[in-house]
């Protein structure tokens, strides 16, 4: 069975610092899509960053960048310069069948002032 | 339209009764998902469309739940018989087309609560 495991139910870290968001998952399958999904009170979730199994380049978005360890199936999430519209719940996510993305139970980021 | 649209934003309902949540996707998607995000946890898959056809109801939870796609835009998930388990937050999306990697763009969900 694939699973994602995000193993921090909850951090807080200073405006402008640096912080990094831990996933690993579990798959038998050799080429998938990773994701990490922004969920802020608003409930929408937004895409922040998505990253092809196949490619070993790291992806980044401007702060947002992750470190993609195929290997050890492993998919953190650094967020550099926090900034206080960071504050959400974070979801590590991958999809390999057509449409259907697995989700990690998510991990609260409080940016403090 | 600009964004996926999702109505009605909230619900309240009483056991036993049935209630439908609406999607309106983004025009031209082909692809449309539910999900089920329970208090404090993930999304937890539950039927994916391409076009009207339903190709696999195996994330459905049980038989009381049922969704259709009609002219291959507005879906919508029924919940027959409601059960206080039920009470979650129903997010649906849609993608331009089905295909492995295709981004998923979310609406802002029906927070449903069963009394």
């Known amino acids: 069975a694939q699973t994602v495991t995000q193993s921090q139910p909850e951090m807080s870290v200073q405006e402008a610092e640096t912080v990094t968001l831990s996933c690993t998952y579990d798959t038998s399958e050799s080429n998938y899509y990773l994701f990490w999904y922004k969920q802020p009170p608003s409930r929408q979730m937004i895409l922040v960053i998505r990253?092809?199994?196949?490619?070993?380049q790291n992806a980044t978005e401007n702060r947002f960048s992750v470190n993609f360890q195929k290997a050890a199936k492993s998919f953190s999430l650094k967020i550099s310069d926090s900034q206080l519209g960071d504050t959400a719940m974070y979801f590590c996510a991958f999809m390999i069948l057509q449409g259907k993305i697995i989700f990690g139970k998510g991990t609260r980021l409080h940016i403090l002032p | 339209g600009a964004g996926v649209s999702q109505s009605p934003s909230n619900k309240v309902t009483e056991k036993g009764k049935d209630v439908e949540l609406r999607c309106d996707p983004i025009s031209g998607h082909t692809a449309l998902y539910w999900y089920r995000q329970s208090l404090g946890q993930g999304l937890e898959f539950l039927i994916y469309f391409q076009g009207n056809s339903a190709p696999d109801k195996s994330g459905l939870p049980s038989d009381r739940f049922s969704a259709e796609r009609t002219g291959g835009s507005v879906s919508t998930l029924t919940i027959q018989r409601t059960q206080q388990e039920d009470s979650a937050v129903y997010l649906c999306a849609s993608s331009g087309s089905l295909g492995a990697g295709n981004i998923q763009y979310f609406g802002a969900g029906t927070r449903l609560s069963v009394l």
């Open positions: 990253q092809e199994a196949y490619k070993q």
